[in-house]
Structure formats: structure tokens, C-alpha cells
């Protein structure tokens, strides 16, 4: 009987024992299981309960490796998606899937967590050999395969795998927007970029990176007022602690540009800086910053601050385009006729491989930029202003919002051939000079009556035709545009009035603007000279 009673007890302490281990086995699974849902959910917070579900599981079973195959995919698919807290979700994925790959067997989610860290770790070519397969019925695996080919710059590649995961999970649809309108804009495509993005705002009218990606797809036409946008969106309360770093640094660095394009020198090289810092490692602000020491005539600065983004050779293509036109300048401004030479020759170098191949830049004013700089080239080379000529043609003819600095380059460069021509032959020249101001007439027209564009042409005079430019930039005064337009304005006439060494109306408009605002720093800095 004692040995009937002692089997009794041990087998009853067995029951419990499997009975136990039987419940938390089923707890695991259901633990796992939920994380494996809150992975494909679609609200904003789905990684996070990924994370959650996954770290319940763990707490049950610290080795599960099907549960840290799904922490370690949830973590590092938050780094790539949110940008967030970017450094600890890394570091804990990589000791997950380390973990993971402890453990025996394998899972899609340990496959995809593998190829996530390989993005991560700037290997998206091995990523995208690891998803390809999986990514034809994974809406997961498809956008993380998006997220491969964007690594790797194959935005046309990248727009199909966003496809392939909005088509297998439409609902889910914010993460594929995104990078599907970060492809398009990589392609140029603006119109597409701009209808991804605001398809995200009509889910999450608060979605800062869908902000950003729309100013970063505006048409020309809207250049003007754009910083102006950005700018109050980085001043939004918290936007710091609740926005992905990288939109923040593209906004600055939009922001920046903008500044620059407007001659703000000071704001923009702040707004470099804040960028860089909000995204260390990004090539765009070097090239900003170095873009500014160029407007102000500071070759060997600029060519200095460059250098980073020209190593390892031959470096970005934006790089070169900066480059050439320090070389360019260079070959403009120098006197010894050695440099002279040799400023040109390299700048025509850099411009040969530039525009060959072709589409090597996507925005259009990158597209703009190159070939006036090619026009710039030729004309310095023996008989080739007709091919100038053309140069700026096809400049202008890449879209009304962009045309009006090729187009004056043209008038610019009718109204030097008739001078030359007019010793010669006068008539020749009077002909040359009714085609430069044909080729104005139409820009001069649209000024008359918008505001925006006056404002814009009168920027772009200024470099060379400072009268034309004063006479622009009132008509842009007098239209009493919105009141961070009309200071624009203000600020830009009183640097036409500079040049054509009218201090007096010069101080005049600055003061006008300053009364306006009163925050502004370089205008405050333009009334200090």
C-alpha cells in the first residue's frame, strides 16, 4: 500500500508537472501568435505590440527562438519604418536575433529579421536576395524588400515591391505610401510622390514624414512659399520627440535650400547644420554648406568643404554638379590664365561624365542646373554659342516652373553676341537683340500679373541684370503678396538697389521689411554692413 500511495503521489506531481508545463506552452503560443498578428496589423503602433507580445512570450521562455525571431523583426523593422528611438531598437534586435540563431530550426520571421539587419547594416543587396522569394505572397517581406531596393538607390525597383505590398495588404497601407512616394520622388515622378503622400495625410492628417515628402515633391511654382511651411512644422510643439529624425532632417534640409535659393545664407547654414545633426552621415548638408561658400565667392572654402562628399571618388553626382561649378566660377574669376585653363578644362570633365549617362539626377532643378552649367562651358569654348544656345533651350524646356534662368540666360546671351556682332555688322546685331528681348517678353509678361513669378524672376536677374532685377522686384513689392512673401520681396529689392548703388533705397526697403519682422536675422545683418 505505501508503494501503491508513493506511485499515487509521484504520479499526481507528474500530471501537474506536464499539466504546467502544457499551460505555458500553450501561453507561449498564444503570446507568439499575437505578436506574429501585431506584426501585419495596421495601426501606427503595431511594431511596438509586436515588441510587447514578443517580450511576454520571452518572459515565459527566455530561448524561444520563434520568439525572438519576432522581437528581432518587429525591432528592426521599427528602426527602418519609425526612425524613433533608431539605436536601442538595433541594438535589442541584434541581441534577439542572436538569439534567435541560438536556437534550432528556421521561420520566415527569422529570415526576414536576418534581412532587416543586413539593411540595417548597409547590405541591401544580400537583404534583397534573402526577400525576393519571400516577398510574392509576404506583405511583410514585400515592404521590407521596398525598403532594400531604396537602400540600394533602385527607386524603380523599390516602387514594385510597394506595390506588391499594398496589393497583398491594402490596409496596411501608410509604410508602403511612404516609401513608395520617397521611390517615386527618387524618380522624379512629383505627381505620383505628391498622390502617395497625401493619400497618408487623408489617413493621419498629423503624419509628419507625409508632410515632408509632399514639400519635397511640390512643383516649382510653390518653391516660394514652401520654407515658410517647413519651417512653422519644425516649430510644432514636441515635433522633436514625436517625429522620425529623418523627416525632421529633411525638412531642414529643404528648409535650407530654400534659404539658400533666396540668398539667406546664415538661416540656411543653421539649417544644414541641424539637418547633419539630425541625420549624421548624410551627404546633402555637406554639399549645402559648400553651395553657400560658392554664392559667396569663396572658391577654395567651398571646394574644402566639398572634399567629404567627393570621397570615396568620384563621389555623388550633386557632388560633381557643386564641383563643376566651383570650377566653372573658378574659370570666371581667376587671372592667372593657367588656372583659367585648367579651371575649365576640369570643369568640363566632371560636366561630359554628368551628362553621360543621362538621368543621372532626378529633380528638375538638378536636371536645370547641369545643363546651363553645360551652357556656361560651351560658351567659353571657340564657336560653340550656338551650342550654348541650345544648352539653355533645352534647359527651359524642361517645364514652365523652372525656365526662368535659362530663359535669361538666353536673352543674356543674345543681347553679348549682338554686342560683339555690332562692329561688324549692325543690322546682324540689331536682329540678336530683338531675339533677346522675344525671348524675355513672355516671363516679363507673366510677371506683370503673378506676384510669385515676379518674385522669382526678379531673384534670378539679380546675378546679372540688377536693373531688370529692381524693376521685377517692385512690381512683386507692390503686389502686397502674403506678409513672409512681401518681406522676401523687400529683402531681394534692397539687394537690386545695392548692386545698382542705390544705399539710400537700399536701407529704405530693408527697414520696411524689418518693420515687417523684426526676427529676422539676416535681414537684421544686412542692415548692420
Known sequence: HAADHALGVGGFMFYRRWSAKKKLGEQLTTHVSDARTALGAADAQHWQRAIGKASEALGL??????????????????????????????QQGKAALKAANAGSGSSSELTKAAALEQILDDQ??????????????????????????????????????????????????????????????????LEAARADFSAVLGIDKTNVAAQVGLA???????????????????????????????????????????????????????????????QPGLIAPIIGLAEIDLREGKLDTAAEALAPALTPPPGTPLANLVAADIDMRRSETAKDAEVVKASLDAAGVRLKALLEPKDQFTRLTDKVRLLMLNGRWLERQPNREMDALRAYQDAANLGPGVDLEPTIAIGGLYR???????????????????????????????????????????????????????????????????????IEARFQLSKAQRKLGKLPEALATLDAAYALDKARSDIGVELAR
Open 61 to 90: 521562455a527566455p530561448n524561444d527562438a520563434a520568439a525572438n525571431a519576432v522581437l528581432a523583426e518587429a525591432h528592426f523593422a521599427a528602426a527602418l519604418d519609425l526612425g524613433l528611438g533608431r539605436d536601442g531598437h538595433v
Open 124 to 189: 541591401p543587396a544580400a537583404a534583397i536576395a534573402k526577400l525576393t522569394g519571400l516577398a510574392i505572397n509576404d506583405a511583410d517581406a514585400a515592404l521590407f524588400l521596398g525598403w532594400a531596393h531604396e537602400a540600394a538607390g533602385k527607386p524603380a525597383d523599390a516602387v514594385l515591391a510597394f506595390d506588391t505590398a499594398l496589393k497583398l495588404a491594402p490596409k496596411r497601407e501608410v509604410s508602403a505610401r511612404l516609401g513608395r512616394g520617397r521611390a517615386k520622388l527618387a524618380l522624379g515622378d
Open 216 to 278: 519635397a515633391a511640390a512643383p516649382a511654382a510653390d518653391l516660394g512659399r514652401r520654407e515658410g511651411e517647413l519651417l512653422a512644422l519644425l516649430a510644432l510643439p514636441d515635433v522633436d520627440k514625436t517625429a522620425d529624425p529623418r523627416a525632421l532632417a529633411l525638412a531642414n534640409q529643404l528648409a535650407a535650400e530654400d534659404a539658400t535659393r533666396g540668398g539667406r545664407f546664415d538661416a540656411a547654414r543653421d539649417r544644414f547644420r541641424k539637418a547633419a545633426a539630425l
Open 416 to 486: 553679348r553676341l549682338a554686342d560683339a556682332m555690332q562692329a561688324k555688322d549692325p543690322a546682324g546685331a540689331d536682329d540678336l537683340r530683338a531675339k533677346a528681348v522675344a525671348a524675355l517678353a513672355p516671363l516679363d509678361e507673366r510677371a506683370r500679373t503673378d506676384a510669385s513669378i515676379a518674385l522669382s524672376l526678379g531673384i534670378a536677374y539679380l546675378d546679372n541684370d540688377a536693373a531688370k532685377a529692381e524693376a521685377t522686384l517692385q512690381v512683386a513689392v507692390a503686389a502686397g503678396m502674403a506678409k513672409d512673401r512681401d
